[in-house]
T-cell receptor, first 120, second 113 residues
Framework: GAVVSQHPSWVICKSGTSVKIECRSL??????MFWYRQFPKQSLMLMAT?????????EQGVEKDKFLINHASLTLSTLTVTSAHPEDSSFYIC????????????????FGPGTRLTVT | AQSVAQPEDQVNVAEGNPLTVKCTYS??????LFWYVQYPNRGLQFLLK??????LVKGSYGFEAEFNKSQTSFHLKKPSALVSDSALYFC???????????FGSGTRLQVQP
């Protein structure tokens, strides 16, 4: 159980175009989803936290107009990189958390396999 | 503010020997601690967690970690390393009321045959 999928697993796009990445919780309802960015040989950097049906909370320094996050249902969140540039090339990872609070499982996150974005 | 430190960029160990990957944390309140492993071009796989209870936590693939409150540490250990354990390991922390995890910088474990 607790499987999270991401689509696509890799994408190459031209500079100036937009790219949408999907994150799905396959066998549980994810009230909260997280989007991370990982540069080569570096740690995960939290970009934003989203709750189903509400606006995402972005971390400091992350452009909300460039990285659009939608969490329209309890099993799907999308990250759209708008007007992508080569510096947006990175490995994007989502995670999902079930429940809102309380108990040990409330803090456990399940990660997707990641999406490698290359902007040419 | 919370933070996680993984002081070693890389740990090298011979197959069959015990391994330790270090992690220290700083958080206000009671910490919830996690270890994840990442293989190349893959997402993170959960290994184990400490929320409350016994300080020694056992997880997947024979890994364990000991929560030490006085030293604010949560080192990952395994009695006998396998070549297949070679990967990137991340320690992470959160606390009551915060939903997101804060990750350490990662430690690359290399197990030599």
């Amino acid at each position: 159980g607790a499987v999270v999928s991401q689509h696509p697993s890799w994408v190459i796009c031209k500079s100036g175009t937009s790219v949408k990445i999907e994150c799905r919780s396959l066998d549980f309802q994810a009230t909260t989803m997280f989007w991370y960015r990982q540069f080569p040989k570096q740690s995960l950097m939290l970009m934003a936290t989203s709750n189903e049906g509400s606006k995402a909370t972005y971390e400091q320094g992350v452009e909300k107009d460039k990285f659009l996050i939608n969490h329209a249902s309890l099993t799907l969140s999308t990250l759209t990189v708008t007007s992508a540039h080569p510096e947006d090339s990175s490995f994007y990872i989502c995670s999902a958390r079930s429940g809102t609070s309380g108990g040990s499982r409330g803090y456990e996150q399940y990660f997707g396999p990641g999406t490698r974005l290359t902007v040419t | 503010a919370q933070s996680v430190a993984q002081p070693e960029d890389q740990v090298n160990v011979a197959e069959g020997n015990p391994l330790t990957v270090k992690c220290t944390y700083s958080v206000s309140g009671n910490p919830y601690l996690f270890w994840y492993v990442q293989y190349p071009n893959r997402g993170l796989q959960f290994l184990l967690k400490y929320i409350t209870g016994d300080n020694l936590v056992k997880g997947s693939y024979g890994f364990e970690a000991e929560f030490n409150k006085s030293q604010t540490s949560f080192h990952l250990k395994k009695p006998s390393a396998l070549v297949s354990d070679s990967a990137l390991y991340f320690c992470a922390v959160t606390y009551t009321g915060r939903r997101a995890l804060t990750f350490g910088s990662g430690t690359r474990l290399q197990v030599q045959p």
